[in-house]
């Protein structure tokens, strides 16, 4: 399955914000920062990963679902939807 890298963009733009909050988040955590502080931001991390990762599923199963090839089938494309919940 190759991904339509116009649907991609805006994914990698996602993924790249998420490793600059992480990076924060560790900085924080070395400089001892409050502990809700953290937290809020891990928060925001995981969630930032979890839409990348739904976006990256969702364009998956349209190419597969409109493709002649079909290179993964729909309980393929369950299991890899599940690993994200």
């Known amino acids: ?15 790249k914000r998420a490793q600059g909050q992480l990076a924060a988040v ?12 953290v937290v809020t931001q891990l928060s925001a991390v995981s969630k930032a990963l979890d839409r990348a990762g739904f976006a990256i599923i969702a364009s998956g199963m349209e190419q597969c679902m409109t493709s002649p090839e079909k290179d993964l089938d729909r309980k393929e494309l369950e299991k ?6």
């Open 1 to 15: 399955m190759d991904l339509n890298p116009d649907d991609m963009t805006p994914v990698v733009n996602r993924l």
């Open 26 to 37: 560790t900085r924080m955590i070395e400089e001892g920062k409050d502990c809700k502080a």
């Open 80 to 85: 890899l939807f599940l690993t994200l919940a």
